[in-house]
């Protein structure tokens, strides 16, 4: 079937799309520790993606999906270029990586779904069941990207280690009692462990960078070249006008279409907003901003106060390789089970996973005979996500079945609530106390979850 050929070209430029951004982004926050500039840039970044998030809609009639998607991948390469210049250069850098935050993530659900379309009309199985199948394998890409990113710059950093051990005296030595839950980024400290966060030589982080810059572009010409043509507005159905986006579709000219009413800037963001304040998406949103929180958390947290400050910013993305392997099996595994057992089960299991995660950050603090438990956090986190991220997403196109676009947006600006609160409180707070944070809202946002069920979906697994 064509269409499975072009969506695994999708997908492959997807994976080579974040392959490039998860290996500069699992160091950012160890490579730029000074003044926090690291976290502070993602912050931007996160926060300006929320806020642009909301103006998308409108203009994909506009400008079209393909061509969003493609500014949106020149952009990613823009930030992981500004890495080369750190300081404020960071920070231009944050603000360009959340425009194209907000551009990518609101396309590529649509992506996704319409491939998942084509192959419900020609296929046996219930929509919903395509639909997930198809998040499961774009998830599964997005996660096994952070597996070869990583592996990139493990192999970067790894030699750079090697050629020029880091020259620590015993008047600087590690203090790995300021690593962990009592990380709190405490300028004296940051100084103190500072060898173990950054590379030794400069110029093993512009290889990085050069290479992951490479990367991105192969991304944007395969995408150029095979996606399918920019979306056009079609006439909206008449027994559904009170619908302001429906469906995702190809004609036989392969030209994407929306079927919608017309899309302007003020409409999208009222629309999208009165979908926020929806009791139904009321009840799940806290769980999707706990997703968002919990990726921010990972990328920052772990990464900087466990695999950074314990063994070294090589072994960082080795921890995210662990992560991106786990998340990835977990992703396509998630959406072959969900269609048996349902997603009530995958969310309980998810939840267990993640409590004892943080029981055992809490009562366990890493050393050299107990290191095994740094990449066990990393592999149980990425396996719990592989269930959260690619569910939570399918999710909002089942609840709101015909507002596609609008709950593709919506997921995008929620999720990246998390990601901006996480990243806002990085550096005003310890580990510890983000963690007992993550917790409290995990155990709020599960319970909104099921209520949701019973009040509105009563029977369903």
């Not at 596609?404 to 997921?411: D, F, G, P, V, Y």
């Amino acid at each position: 079937m064509a269409f499975k050929k072009m969506f695994s070209i999708y997908n492959f430029g997807v994976f080579l799309t974040f392959t490039s951004l998860s290996g500069i982004m699992s160091v950012m926050s160890s490579i730029n520790v000074e003044e926090g500039m690291g976290v502070t840039a993602l912050a931007i970044g996160y926060g300006t993606s929320l806020v642009a998030a909301l103006i998308v809609p409108s203009l994909i009639e506009r400008v079209g999906c393909k061509k969003l998607f493609i500014i949106s991948e020149f952009g990613y390469m823009l930030f992981v270029i500004s890495n080369a210049y750190p300081s404020y250069n960071i920070l231009v850098g944050g603000f360009v990586q959340g425009l194209s935050e907000a551009l990518a993530w609101t396309v590529m659900p649509l992506f996704t779904f319409h491939y998942a379309k084509k192959h419900f009309t020609k296929g046996s199985k219930t929509n919903e069941e395509y639909a997930n199948h198809y998040m499961g394998y774009f998830f599964a890409a997005v996660e096994a990207s952070m597996i070869s990113g990583n592996a990139i710059g493990f192999l970067i950093f790894h030699i750079d280690r090697s050629v020029h051990p880091s020259n620590v005296t015993a008047e600087h030595a590690v203090d790995f009692k300021l690593c962990g839950i009592n990380d709190c980024q405490l300028p004296n400290a940051t100084e103190q462990n500072l060898s173990q966060y950054t590379p030794t030589q400069s110029m093993f982080l512009y290889i990085a960078i050069g290479t992951f810059a490479f990367i991105q572009l192969v991304a944007i010409i395969l995408h150029a070249l095979y996606l399918p043509k920019d979306l056009k507005p079609s006439q909206p159905d008449k027994a559904n006008n009170d619908t302001l986006i429906q469906v995702v579709n190809l004609n036989e000219n392969e030209e994407m279409e929306i079927s919608n009413n017309s899309v302007k800037l003020k409409t999208s963001v009222i629309t999208t907003l009165k979908l926020c304040v929806h009791p139904k998406h009321i009840l799940i949103s806290l769980l999707t901003i706990y997703n968002g929180m919990t990726l921010a958390f990972i990328m920052t947290e772990l990464t900087r106060a466990y695999a950074s400050c314990f063994f070294g910013l090589d072994k960082v993305s080795l921890c995210s390789m662990i992560f991106g392997a786990a998340d990835a099996f977990s992703a396509v595994i998630t959406g072959k089970l969900v269609a048996k057992i349902g997603r009530n089960i995958l969310f309980l299991v998810a939840f267990l996973i993640d409590v004892v995660c943080y029981v055992l950050c809490l009562l366990e603090l890493p050393n050299e005979h107990n290191q095994w438990l740094v990449y066990f956090l990393f592999f149980c986190l990425g396996a719990s996500d592989g269930v959260w991220q690619p569910l939570i997403m399918a999710m909002y196109g089942e609840y709101f079945p015909k507002q596609t676009i609008i709950a593709c947006n919506l997921w995008n600006v929620v999720i990246n609530v998390g990601y901006t609160f996480q990243f806002a409180i990085s550096t005003s707070l310890c580990v510890h106390s983000k963690i007992y944070i993550q917790l409290g809202v995990l155990v709020v946002g599960l319970v909104g979850y099921y209520a949701s069920q019973l009040l509105y979906y009563k029977g369903s697994k």
